[in-house]
């Protein structure tokens, strides 16, 4: 089955790291550039990072720039977020997502997670 | 960064009913934009990419239009699962995706 399953979220005080993971499984992984975007409650959607499949050449919002690094292991079919020095606005359900092409990135995501949550409160 | 701004936030309309959601670049980002709809407690839904190519096995109704700064989905005619949260994305300018700020679709 074609899916990508986040894990990881969690209740974090501020100042605080977390590290999430998605697990890919039913399509060339490696192939395709991935993408963490992330929807604070009742908000829209923050793209936040991704990354290429190819070369594994990493891309940031500047909201998260220095703080967060994206990372893959496509021998695992595993796509990484860790999240350092947490801040409440980093609060979301953070989802991991597919790009629509393989090669380089588009950046149009064809397949999601069901998101992971991520709370940050002291 | 490149803004996305979309219009209306919020339309209700009839089942049958032909509605358009538009979204408005910053700047020019030629067809590089994707349409997704999002139901509630659901992960966003890719419906259109490239403006106007519908992805495979979205229904006939959803259409896509536009270049440069200036874009619009279309349902020709609403169903009742068309009921939800649609959203623009520019995927022209890295490291900067941007997502519109979203159309709540309701039922009236």
């Known amino acids: 089955e074609v899916q990508l399953l986040e894990s990881g979220g969690d209740l974090v005080q501020p100042g605080g790291s977390l590290r999430l993971s998605c697990a890919a499984s039913g399509f060339s992984f490696s192939s395709h550039a991935m993408s963490w975007v992330r929807q604070a409650p009742g908000k829209g959607l923050e793209w936040v990072s991704g990354?290429?499949?190819?070369?594994?050449?990493?891309y940031y919002a500047d909201s998260v720039k220095g703080r967060f690094t994206i990372s893959r292991d496509n021998s695992k079919n595993m796509l990484y977020l860790q999240m350092n020095s947490l801040r409440a606005e980093d609060t979301a359900v953070y989802y991991c997502?597919?790009?629509?092409?393989?090669?380089?990135?588009?950046?149009?995501?064809?397949?999601w997670g069901r998101g992971t949550l991520v709370i940050v409160s002291s | 960064d490149i803004q996305m701004t979309q219009s209306p936030s919020f339309v209700s309309a009839s089942i049958g009913d032909k509605v358009t959601i538009t979204c408005r670049a910053s700047q020019g980002i030629s067809n590089y934009l994707a349409w997704y709809q999002q139901r509630p407690g659901k992960a966003p839904n890719l419906l259109i990419y490239a403006a106007s190519t519908s992805q495979s096995g979205v229904p006939s109704r959803f259409s896509g239009s536009g270049s440069g700064t200036d874009f619009t989905l279309t349902i020709s005619s609403l169903q009742p699962e068309d009921f939800a949260t649609y959203f623009c994305q520019q995927a022209n300018s890295l490291p900067s995706i941007t997502f519109g700020q979203g159309t709540r679709l309701e039922i009236k």
């Open positions: 990354i290429s499949g190819s070369d594994g050449t990493t």
């Open positions: 997502a597919k790009d629509l092409f393989a090669a380089r990135g588009h950046w149009y995501f064809d397949l």
